[in-house]
């Protein structure tokens, strides 16, 4: 049996075991029983647009545009958060859309809204008491990935949407601002800097916060910045005409920050310009000259964290099959193997991108389907077979006895069609004299080949030699 033989049994083994072991895992985790099925996801989006029309404003405010674009992003939450339940709170489908619904409000101006590093949020019936901090909480967010509530609290905040105060918001503000810190994605344009500007500017605010002559931000803002970001997030969302009033200057840098405009209702809330400069934006300021223009809405995901899987489609699509063309061919391992390799790398491959690109939302069937093949088996099995033939694991010999020589074409070659050796059945190429020699039957002998297997332990030929029975041997 061949070495990659073997190895796909091996991985087929250890995916059997880690499957039993995370089933295990389920039953004795608690979390594991709030994680949404992926195929209840489009009949809680479903459920979403009438909970949503009922009891959420911002949604209301929004054209039917405007809510195809909401709810094609609350597809792709609920497809890749997971929402627990704590201290024995059953998660609901209002749990699970509320919350889920918050967090595509705060980054619906955003190209990149997934905050892929938040991937569990964590919902308490009421206050939590937090052992490391030693004290009790309403909501906590941590940049290892876990955003927590209290479901009380989280729904206060929605219940009366005008008093400036929203957990879900104010939490997920944190979870924004650290997304952008740490740049965890690749970030729309300029949002890094425009966070920034927004942070060098915040101690003379605060500082008006604590003496009162700011009295429009409670004065929790006043703590610290990344408090004071997320109180302004909350003001922008429930106040905004009086935020815009009473602090311009500072209701524009959450405008640019969001790259929304929650006064402009009949925009969908989009912001006029967002990709200009921060010094562009000083010379109209003082020239008096202002661009607007209005960001285009798209019902489709629009997300550039995944916008290399075209350019990888379309390198796919022109570069591997003609590489596997002239690859396959000469590989020595016989088809059984390559294609155990192949299914391999298509598994892997559904593991890694299965719940990120298509149960997401993000890819239709077809199109994930044509990024399987095309913009990962391809480029893979390339890049696999070029790492196995370099990374040679374990060599060996093998002997070919009495092969047969020919002339084709003014080349002389020494040539099998029969033989188990793709070289062999390519033909050895050889000079005028030895062809002669050996065709004339003068010597005896036959071929020995250095064979290795490589890092995937698919067959490689390493060289060849003449071996004549007088003991002397010719390399090839």
Known sequence: ??????????????????????????????????????????K????????????????????????AKFLARMRVVLASKRIVGQDGLVITREMQILTCAAFVQVTFGLQNFRLPRFKTIGIYPDVYHDRRLK????????????IRFSWKHLKYGYLIPDDSINLALHELAHALKITIEKEDIQLDDSVSQELYEF?????????????????????????????????????????????????P?????????????????????????????????????????????????????????????STLMLLGILLGPLSLIIMLPNSESDGASI??????????????????????????SFVFVAFMTFGWLFP????????????????????????????????????????????????????NHLYNALKNGKVAYSIRFEMYYGLFGLKE????EIVFDSGQTLAL
């Open 249 to 309: 200057r500072v209701y524009d840098k959450i405008c640019r920050i969001l790259r929304q405009d929650t006064l402009n209702v009949e925009g969908d809330f989009a912001y006029a310009n967002t990709s200009e400069t921060s010094a562009y934006r000083r010379m109209s300021s003082v020239s008096g000259y202002q661009k607007v223009a209005r960001a285009p809405l798209n019902t489709k995901i629009d997300d550039k964290a995944y916008s290399w899987t």
């Open 199 to 247: 942070v060098e500017d915040s101690a003379p605010i605060r500082s008006a916060i604590l003496s009162g002559k700011i009295d429009a931000i409670r004065n929790y803002a006043a703590v610290n910045e990344d408090e004071l970001f997320a109180c302004c997030v909350e003001y922008f969302f429930e106040n905004p005409a009086d935020f815009k009033e009473k602090l």
């Open 135 to 146: 004290r009790d909480l309403k909501g906590s967010t941590q940049p290892v990935g876990l």
């Open 1 to 42: 049996m061949e070495p990659g033989i073997f190895m796909f049994v091996l991985f087929v083994v250890g995916l059997i075991i880690s499957a039993v072991w995370n089933q295990q895992q389920e039953q004795q985790d608690e979390y594991k029983k709030a994680e949404l099925k992926l195929q209840a996801i489009e």
């Open 461 to 464: 030929f390493k060289s060849a």
């Open 339 to 364: 294609l155990l390799f192949m299914l391999t790398l298509l598994v892997v491959g559904i593991m890694i991108f299965w719940r990120r690109l298509f149960a997401s939302g993000y890819m239709s």
């Open 44 to 67: 809680r989006v479903g459920l979403a647009k009438r909970f949503l029309e009922q009891n959420f404003d911002y949604f209301q405010k929004l054209s039917e545009a405007g809510k």
């Open 380 to 431: 893979a099995l390339v890049s696999g077979l070029l790492l196995n033939s370099v990374v040679p694991l374990y060599s060996y010999t093998e002997v070919e006895h009495h092969p047969n020589v020919i002339s084709a074409n003014g080349t002389y070659l020494i040539k099998r069609s029969a033989s188990k050796f793709a070289v062999m059945r390519n033909g050895l190429p050889i000079n």
